[in-house]
């Protein structure tokens, strides 16, 4: 079974904190994602990566960054954290293909919150 | 630009009951991907089902059923004799495979809630 792992459940900073979320899948995915939910929302895309060290941006990347220096970690990093970030983090990976067909896998998720 | 809606926020049922989720998706491709996924109170997204926009046959797995119609651009999700097990919430989501390796593109979720 594919094992995403993120490294921890619940977390809380304080404003003005970097925090770094990070996120490890065991099963050689070339894509990795992160997203949000919340409230109403539904899930929003921060950032993807599709190889080692490539990132796109999703649709709300402001205020995040990301890292994907070995291809089973990709890590998520908020600058400088602000009240507004407080959220349910996603983190999922996906085999490359040319056809986009394949499912994403998601990890347990990351409740933070930013004090 | 792809949409995929889901109306129904929230959804009540007593347990053996029937109930079904709606799914309406927009794109202008031709051939695209939808899927649906279960989060249970854990959180974790699990993957419940992939349909090929060319295959519109109706798939049933145990009391899950989907239909897909293509003409009205749904991808309605049955389950049938509900369980207290089966409350979560569901997303609907759509890719666009001519796009590459571009992501998922989520619905807003239905949740569901199951009384015994």
């Known amino acids: 079974d594919v094992k995403v792992t993120q490294s921890s459940r619940y977390l809380v900073k304080r404003t003005g904190e970097k925090v770094f979320l990070e996120c490890v899948q065991d099963?050689?995915?070339?894509?990795m994602f992160w997203y949000r939910q919340d409230p109403g929302l539904g899930l929003r895309l921060i950032y993807f990566s599709y190889d080692v060290k490539m990132k796109e941006k999703g649709d709300i990347p402001e205020g995040y960054s990301v890292s994907r220096e070995k291809k089973e970690r990709f890590s998520l990093i908020l600058e400088s954290a602000s009240t507004n970030q407080t959220s349910m983090y996603l983190c999922a990976s996906s085999f490359a293909t040319t056809n986009s067909n394949q499912p994403q896998h998601f990890g347990d998720g990351t409740r933070l919150s930013i004090l | 630009a792809q949409k995929v809606t889901q109306a129904q926020t929230e959804i009540s049922v007593v347990e053996k009951e029937d109930v079904t989720l709606d799914c309406v998706y927009e794109t202008r491709d031709t051939t695209y991907y939808l899927f649906w996924y279960k989060q249970p109170p854990s959180g974790e997204l699990v993957f419940l089902i992939r349909r090929n926009s060319f295959d519109e046959q109706n798939e049933i797995s145990g009391r899950y059923s989907w239909n897909f119609q293509k003409s009205t651009s749904s991808f309605n999700f049955t389950i049938t004799a509900s369980q207290v097990v089966d409350s979560a919430v569901y997303f609907c989501a759509l890719s666009d495979p001519n796009s590459g390796n571009t992501p998922l593109v989520f619905g807003k979720g239905t949740r569901l809630s199951v009384i015994a």
């Open positions: 099963m050689d995915h070339e894509n």
